[in-house]
Structures are given as structure tokens and as C-alpha cells.
């Protein structure tokens, strides 16, 4: 059995300081947890969510920027696909699929 004492992790700046982190499913489980570990290396944190009120709930817990519903999510998806050199791309947002470009 060794007796030499345990080294001690140095002290370090947060990983993430200075940067927005988006979490989706961010008012539960496993997004939860990101959103926390995110905050806690120093990220701002914007946080999205099907549970409107459990989302205000990890919202207020963490500091979150902000908070965004699945119609949120999508409108951004719309935008961000119809305002790109993609066409006919598909995504799914709570199982229904988009197709855009050109028919």
C-alpha cells in the first residue's frame, strides 16, 4: 500500500467561460445535467424543453439566458434551412418531418 499523499487537481479556468451552450431537453434527466455541468464550467446556458413549466424550473435553478419551446426550436430549424444554400433537406421535430427546397 502506497503512502504518498493523493495528488490534488490544479486549479484551472472554467472550459467553457464566455460561451453560449444550447441544451436541448434541458429541463430534465440527462439535459439537466449538461445544462448544470455547462454552467458550472462558466457557459451561459439556453435551455429547451417539451415541459413549459419544468423548463422555467431548471431555467430559474440554473440562471439559464433563456428558455425555448419545441415551436421555437422548429421556427429556428425553418429559418435556418430556408436561409441556407441546403434544399430539400429534412428534420424531424416531435416526429413530424419538414422537407424543404424547391418542388
Not at 3 to 15: H, K
Not at 21 to 42: N, P, Q
Amino acid at each position: 500500500m502506497s503512502t504518498a499523499a493523493a495528488a490534488s487537481p490544479a486549479a484551472r479556468e472554467p472550459d467553457l467561460a464566455g460561451q453560449t451552450v444550447v441544451v436541448t431537453g434541458g429541463s430534465a434527466g440527462i439535459g439537466l445535467e449538461a445544462a448544470r455541468r455547462a454552467r458550472a464550467e462558466g457557459a451561459g446556458v439556453i435551455l429547451a424543453g417539451r415541459d413549459s413549466a419544468r423548463l422555467q424550473q431548471a431555467a430559474s435553478e440554473l440562471g439559464a439566458l433563456d428558455t425555448a419551446t419545441p415551436e421555437d426550436v422548429a421556427a429556428l430549424a425553418v429559418h435556418i434551412m430556408t436561409n441556407s444554400a441546403l434544399t430539400g433537406a429534412t428534420f424531424d421535430v416531435d416526429g413530424g418531418e419538414q422537407v424543404l427546397g424547391k418542388e
